[in-house]
């Protein structure tokens, strides 16, 4: 029997690694744990150890090629179990496995949708093709390979097929495809829940309305409220280790990774669809630099230009919907991170003061939701009360970071 | 590179090409029907008798068999012609002096012999000629091994590719194309050549590679700018020579795109685009997430009334459905 | 006009009875003919590919028009040329090499019977195609007279080839530039299996010539002192730059088209007629009655001849073969 080797996801925030070097070569023996190979991801050189034993019989991808998670990287062919099916001699699986092929309809798949198939270790008969007739093609392939990865569900399309509803049909963008997967795992996967809090921003509007122009005319870059949602969210997070981490749901041995960094999303509206480039250690950022970095990528998400890695590695994300004139709203959790802030309007609201007078302050409603698996009520309640204090204390590292 | 850019036609920059390519090698002559003092039908020659002389620029007899044959054995023995057929159709009755014998002399000599000679044409559809004047006949000499085909798309091409032409040592057949000839580009004023059997990306895109030549690219960059509209990049490539044939260049694109359309305005079957598709699933199989489409002339004689012809026609629309086919947006019908 | 077309006739009290000159004739002819012979036999022993086309009967032809030219004079000859080949200086050797198939040949054995060149020689092309190879010569007259050179281009083709438009259109240029060309038509009565006379109506093809205003003359193909005089007038003709001239040379082919030619197409009796006529043992004949060359002079030259012929195949025989890799050279 032919078993496949695959990269196994070693952290987290892994998608993909390159092969550093084959520890064994064709015809080798190995055993479960033996190390195998070495990758490099991101973060670090990784040993790989086996999970199958047997010979390994051939190598899929070489050394230097980087590859996403899941991918097939060899075939070891296990001498136990082929021994056992030629022992028994009245089986005869070849005769039985062309009964069953006969019954089955050919798959009709692209030459490049076939190729990228057998490099991801995809299984072409669980996909639904989306070319002419039926036709698997490039784009379904990879989905179906990100799918793997998300571990995302399958859709309920039973639901969607009784009905019969009049009106024109619309064709899902790859985008719309990846939002809808993501979202349906985040809400099927994900116990949520939501804590809400107004705060007063006065200390911040009037900040900003002091320095805006003359860092503008100094720095070349304007502050937007959105960069000291950023940095406040960042230093609170750093206090908050648990909201700065992920649920890994390994196979049974679940576990919590609390991120070193802290990367900050931030969810930017584009042409049906939206994308969430990272701040990577915004902790580290003074507001000048948040602001020149979020100019950057939000410039470059409107025009599409993001690069994988502008949008990899979030810790956390950030949704303002204010612009668009919204009180408050509740976000659903990104995976797999841990906490998501939705962020309203500024709407000056009369407030109770201490004393019992009543002012006019200018106010958001944030609305954060948390996997319920990693952290519990108090936990997250805290965090938005911390968060909260921050985004009024007045404390900013506008030019430079305190470290 | 370019600097002092002029903006010439393609006749033009055609012409330079014969000029300095004369100025600078006296075995350079050119042969065919009214191209002396009347300066060409389409005035490629303007200029010329005045400037080298009867003895180099020489008309003759509507006698296409009899001045190819010479040019032929003129190429044998010493001169470098360059013969201008006044239109591609006409090249038909002299087929056994361009395939019999200038294709086949150096082969047949066992390398002995060459043929340095250049048959400059037109061809093409566009302009109400009719059957026996609009014809894209490039696949029939590109099928035979020994000659170079070469079918420019603007005028720095043009100049670049025929001056290359001339130098070649081989027989080239030369093809321009009617509708271009008042086209104007860019030329620098600097001497240059462009080498045969390179491609030119005239756009880059990701979403699918456009393979063309000639006026068709023209059309290509068109059709890539509407599609643009609707969010699909297509990369034109301009093959500039179907002998010798770059095909490196397309496989790479494929590569990047997975997707093909081959457009030529000859008629579809049996065209050079069934050969590019053949060679792309012969060579990159595993790149193509589609099949590879083919826009083409209907396979009809190229008729007189300018609807009926724009229709029989490949056209900026055709070139846009092929791409749609191609990215699936547009099912092909089973 | 009528000036333009002559029939010639020898005059033997004007003709230069050197004696050097006969032998070259007599060895000229001898090497055709023994060539031509050794061809046949290798051609029914299947050693050949494809057709073997025989001139055997025309060899006066050829010698005679080529006697008058120089090494760097051009011709253009047919898939029945090699005697034209061998009149210009082609070396056996080289030539059985070709028709054997091997690297020794004139074109590395890529080119065959049919196909012979020589860029030393100035043999530029034998052709395939009947009449083709007649623009080409024209063509060479164009290089010369453009390069200002001394040579001359002669265009040798059969009757058959007249019907040709490559032909008439090739003859046109070649007066109207008034270019340095002889064309040779050797009449040898057929074209392929049709008699001459029924595929035209002129009974001199010299006609055909003069349609052009080209100077066009008759000639007996079989007596190579007739055909040198009148090549000699026009290769001085074109050197001279007075233009082309058309020779008409009346003679025969004793042969078939093609070894294999069931020949039904004319009689024995004609055949062993036009036998009587053939251009050696007329000039034989000659030799002999004008006491130019005697019975052993001529014997031995013709030993001579069999025996060079004889090494030349030999040689030819073990040459190596061409390499597989010469498939892909020269194809440009």
Redesign the interface.
Same mark, same amino acid.
């Given at each position: 029997m032919r078993q496949e080797i695959v990269l196994p996801k070693l952290d987290s925030s892994m998608e993909e690694a390159r092969i550093v070097s084959w520890e064994v070569k064709i015809g080798d023996t190995i055993k479960i744990d033996d190390p195998i190979l070495i990758v490099e991801t991101e973060k670090s050189s990784l040993e790989v150890e086996s999970e199958v034993e047997g010979t390994l019989e051939e190598i899929v991808v070489d050394e230097g090629e980087t590859v996403p998670v899941g991918t097939v990287l060899a075939y070891v062919s296990s001498g136990k179990h082929s021994t056992e099916q030629k022992g028994s001699s009245d089986h005869n699986p070849v005769k039985e496995e062309n009964i069953s092929l006969g019954k089955t309809e050919r798959i009709r798949v692209s030459p490049a949708a076939r190729r990228l198939a057998k490099q991801r270790g995809v299984d072409l008969t669980k996909i639904k093709g989306s070319g002419p007739r039926g036709r698997v093609i490039l784009k379904d392939v990879a989905e179906a390979a990100a799918n793997v990865v998300n571990q995302s569900v399958k859709t309920e399309n039973k639901v969607i097929a009784s009905i019969h509803a009049k009106g024109k049909r619309v064709n899902l963008t790859s985008m719309r495809k990846t939002i809808a997967q993501r979202m349906t795992a985040s809400f099927m996967n994900v116990p949520q829940f939501q804590i809400k809090k107004r705060v007063d921003v006065s200390s911040i509007v009037q900040l900003r309305q002091a320095v805006v122009s003359s860092i503008e005319h100094s720095a070349g870059v304007r502050l937007s409220f959105n960069d000291f949602l950023i940095q406040a969210v960042a230093l609170t997070l750093k206090k908050f280790p648990r909201v700065n981490a992920s649920f890994i749901d390994s196979e049974g041995d679940p576990y919590i990774l609390e991120h070193e960094d802290i990367n900050i999303g931030l969810a930017v509206a584009i042409d049906d669809g939206l994308v969430v480039p990272v701040i990577h250690q915004a902790d580290q950022l003074s507001l000048i630099e948040i602001a020149e970095k979020r100019t950057e990528l939000v410039e470059k998400a409107r025009k599409g230009l993001l690069k994988p890695e502008e949008m990899r590695g979030g810790t956390f994300t950030i949704s303002n919907l204010g612009s668009v004139g919204v009180d408050e709203f509740v976000a659903i959790v990104n995976p797999p991170e841990t906490g998501i802030l939705a962020v309203g309007n500024i709407i000056e609201q009369p407030v109770l003061t201490n004393r019992h007078e009543t002012l006019i302050k200018p106010m958001i409603t944030l609305n954060a939701s948390f996997d319920h698996r990693t952290i519990d009520g108090a936990y997250g309640g805290r965090f938005l009360a911390q968060l909260c204090d921050q985004l009024q204390s007045g404390q900013w590292n506008i030019f430079s970071t305190v470290k | 590179m370019m600097s002092t850019n002029r903006i010439i036609s393609y006749a033009q920059a055609i012409n330079e090409a014969l000029k300095e390519e004369m100025a600078l090698d006296d075995?350079v002559?050119l042969l065919g029907e009214d191209i002396g003092s009347y300066g060409g039908v389409f005035k490629v020659t303007k200029g010329l008798f005045d400037e080298f002389g009867k003895?180099?620029v020489?008309d003759?007899?509507i006698?296409e068999?009899?001045?190819?044959?010479?040019?032929?054995? @003129?190429? %044998?023995? =010493?001169?470098k012609?360059v013969i201008e057929i006044m239109w591609i159709d006409f090249s038909l009755?002299a087929m056994?002096?361009i395939i019999?014998?200038a294709a086949k002399? @150096?082969? %047949?000599? =066992?390398?002995?012999?060459s043929v340095p000679m250049v048959i400059r044409t037109q061809g093409g559809g566009g302009r109400g000629n009719g059957a026996q004047h609009s014809q894209s006949l490039e696949t029939l000499f590109a099928h035979i091994?020994?000659l170079?085909v070469v079918a420019p798309s603007t005028p720095y091409d043009a100049k670049g590719l025929l001056k290359s032409s001339i130098r070649e040592?081989?027989p080239v057949i030369f093809i321009e194309h009617k509708m271009l000839y008042s086209q104007k580009g860019e030329v620098p004023e600097e001497e240059y050549t462009i080498p045969l059997g390179k491609a030119d990306i005239k756009r880059s895109g990701k979403d699918v590679t456009i393979v063309t030549l000639s006026r068709m690219v023209q059309f290509s960059l068109e059709a890539a700018k509407e599609l643009e509209k609707e969010g699909i990049d297509a990369e034109v490539i301009d093959l500039r020579t179907l002998v010798p044939l770059d095909i490196e260049t397309v496989k790479e694109s494929v590569k990047k795109t997975n997707r093909v359309v081959v457009v030529h305005e000859a008629t579809r079957s049996y065209g050079w685009g069934a050969e590019i598709a053949a060679r792309i699933q012969e060579e990159a199989f595993d790149d193509l997430d589609a099949p590879v489409q083919r826009v083409g002339a209907e396979d009809v004689p190229v008729p007189y009334n300018l609807n009926l012809e724009k229709e029989m026609l490949p056209q900026t629309k055709d070139i846009i459905q092929g791409v749609k086919k191609s990215l699936y947006l547009q099912m092909e019908t089973v | 006009m009528q000036e333009l077309l002559q029939t010639y006739h020898l005059n033997e009290n004007n003709f230069n009875w050197d004696k050097n000159w006969f032998i070259q004739a007599w060895r000229i002819m001898n090497t055709i003919r023994v060539f031509e012979e050794k061809s046949i036999q290798i051609y029914k022993k299947g050693l050949m590919g494809g057709s073997l086309h025989s001139s055997i009967g025309q060899e006066a032809v050829a010698a005679g028009v080529c006697m008058n030219l120089k090494k760097d004079d051009?011709i253009?000859i047919t898939y029945r040329g090699r005697g034209q080949a061998l009149a210009k200086g082609a070396d056996p050797f080289q030539l059985f090499s070709e028709i054997l198939g091997k690297k020794t040949?004139?074109?590395?054995?890529?080119?065959g019977p049919m196909?012979i060149?020589?860029?030393e020689l100035g043999i530029?092309?034998a052709?395939?195609?009947v009449g083709?190879g007649?623009?080409?010569?024209?063509?060479?007259?164009?290089?010369?007279k453009?390069?200002k050179k001394n040579q001359v281009?002669v265009a040798f083709f059969g009757d058959g080839a007249t019907n040709q438009?490559?032909f008439?259109?090739?003859l046109?240029?070649a007066a109207?530039?008034k270019l340095p060309v002889v064309f040779v038509c050797e009449n040898n009565l057929y074209s392929e299996m049709t008699p001459i006379k029924n595929a035209v109506l002129n009974e001199h093809l010299a006609e055909r010539g003069l349609a052009y205003r080209i100077p066009s003359i008759i000639v007996n193909g079989n007596d190579v002192r007739a055909v040198y005089e009148v090549a000699k007038q026009a290769v001085e003709r074109a050197r001279s730059g007075e233009g082309p001239t058309f020779i008409e040379a009346k003679t025969y082919r004793l042969l078939g088209h093609m070894i294999g030619d069931a020949e039904t197409y004319r009689t024995k009796e004609e055949v062993e007629e036009w036998r009587q006529k053939e251009p050696i043992r007329y000039f034989r004949d000659v030799c002999l009655k004008q006491n130019v060359l005697n019975e052993k002079e001529l014997d031995e030259i013709q030993q001579q001849v069999i025996q060079e012929i004889d090494i030349a195949y030999e040689r030819a025989m073990k040459s190596e073969e061409p390499e597989m890799e010469e498939i892909f050279?020269?194809?440009?």
């Open positions: - | 075995r002559i003895e180099r020489i003759t007899p006698s068999t009899g001045f190819i044959g010479a040019g032929v054995g @003129a190429a %044998m023995t =010493g001169l012609p009755v056994d002096q019999n014998q002399m @150096a082969y %047949m000599s =066992g390398g002995q012999t091994p020994g170079k040592g081989s | 051009y253009s040949g004139y074109c590395k054995g890529k080119g196909h060149t020589s860029q530029l092309v052709n395939g195609i083709a007649i623009p080409i010569a024209v063509g060479a007259g164009l290089s010369i453009t390069l281009s438009g490559a008439h259109e090739a046109n240029l109207i530039y050279n020269d194809v440009y």
